[in-house]
Nanobody, 117 residues
């Protein structure tokens, strides 16, 4: 059971990125999933969640510029970020709650986004 994140990089302020997180060993269609981020010296913060059923949920700072989505046929979770700002610089982690009766937390390895002004 694994998550593999990709899509991070160095970008100028105002640019856009799409992060991807590919799952293996489980089906994303049966899992609540989300993106978190952690800037240097800070705690990991929730960016957005996409539950199995229902609408996505966003942290306040993510409303308007971040879009979480999933393609269950590709077993992949996405995070589109527009109008990137230097304060978005962080390592972005994908997360899944996996399992039918007993749930387990699965984390991706993180992908670094660096935004320069």
């Amino acid at each position: 059971v694994q998550l593999q994140a990709s899509g991070g990089g160095n970008v100028q302020a105002g640019g856009s990125l799409r992060l991807a997180c590919t799952a293996s060993g489980f089906r994303t269609g049966f899992s609540d999933m989300g993106w978190y981020r952690q800037a240097a010296g800070t705690e990991r913060d929730l960016v957005a969640l996409t539950p199995i059923v229902g609408a996505p949920l966003y942290n306040d700072f993510a409303k308007g510029r971040f879009t979480i989505s999933r393609d269950n046929a590709k077993n992949t979770l996405y995070l589109q970020i527009t109008s990137l700002q230097p304060e978005d610089t962080a390592t972005y982690y994908c997360h899944a709650r996996v399992g039918s009766t007993t749930k387990s937390d699965v984390w991706g390895q993180g992908t670094l986004v660096t935004v320069s002004s």
